[in-house]
């Protein structure tokens, strides 16, 4: 049976198993103390979970966590229904319209299109029509991780024609804006500065902040991920000298910054 066949079934008895627990009588008493707000933790751990799997590329991993945001979805419909009016049918009818309407060279009689920039710069002409979009950053989410949603403003702008530096120029605004921070910096004393100036300070932070993220999207990669990828490495390289330290009893406090230096120097050797 084509997967699309199966689905239809599958997904009425999982939305029978939410109904379920969410019973007034015979429910699930955590299950029914959930509201729209108080899922939303748990919303972002799945989403993260799938993330997670979907970067280590496990099948396995990836169809289980897919299954468990899928739940969440279907959960907040349900949450939604006595509370707003709508609920699953309601969920699906939109999408389903809002990819039809923004697909219009597969669905409508648009013209032909070969090419993604233009897809996307399609895309963001329909959203545009959208009231509720109608300013051209208004539909990147407030509450993106900030480097991620950094790189989505810039790609915003840069679409529009904003961002009109090459690369080198954009280079060049990394360290224009350091420069501004070291000068904070160097009048910054924890002991004795106004929370002025610490203010000012992390604001030319941020400023550093987002034209990294502006250059790693001309070098055509996310901040983000490179941010989470040495992370990665970070913790790589740290677990490295726990493992060496306790092959002879002892942990990272036991000894001196320089022993742990060393042993850091070994873990990069070691490409980690």
Not at 8 to 20: Q, Y
Not at 25 to 35: E, M, R, S
Not at 148 to 166: I, K, P, S, T, Y
Not at 230 to 255: C, H, M, W
Request: glycine share 4%; proline share 6%; charged share 25%.
């Amino acid at each position: 049976m084509p997967t699309t066949q199966k689905a239809g079934p599958a997904l009425t008895e999982l939305d029978k198993v939410i109904t379920r627990l969410l019973d007034p009588q015979n429910g699930c008493p955590w299950d029914l103390k959930q509201t729209p707000a108080s899922i939303i933790g748990h919303l972002l751990e799945e989403t993260y979970e799938l993330i997670e799997a979907l970067k280590a590329e496990n099948p396995d991993d990836i169809c289980e966590e897919a299954g468990d945001l899928l739940f969440q979805v279907i959960f907040i419909s349900h949450l939604a229904q006595p509370r707003w009016g709508w609920g699953l049918a309601e969920v699906i009818d939109q999408v389903q319209a809002k990819m039809i309407t923004r697909h219009p060279h597969i669905f409508g009689d648009g013209p032909k299109i070969t090419d993604t920039k233009t897809v996307l710069n399609q895309w963001q002409t329909i959203k545009r029509q959208d009231k509720k979009y109608n300013r051209l950053l208004a539909s990147v989410p407030l509450t993106l991780p900030a480097l991620q949603r950094a790189h989505r403003l810039n790609d915003r702008v840069e679409r529009a024609g904003f961002n009109w530096l090459d690369t080198p120029a954009v280079r060049h605004k990394v360290d224009e804006k350091l420069a501004e921070m070291d000068k904070q910096l160097a009048l910054y004393d924890p002991q004795t500065t106004d929370p002025a100036h610490k203010t000012r300070l992390k604001a030319e932070m941020g400023n550093v902040l987002l034209a990294l993220a502006n250059l790693a999207s001309r070098l055509d990669f996310s901040a983000e991920d490179a941010l989470s990828e040495a992370n990665t490495r970070f913790i790589n390289r740290f677990n490295y000298i726990e493992d060496k330290l306790a092959a002879s009893g002892q942990r990272p406090e036991d000894v001196s910054p320089a022993t742990l230096e060393e042993l850091w120097q070994q873990a990069k050797a070691t490409h980690l």
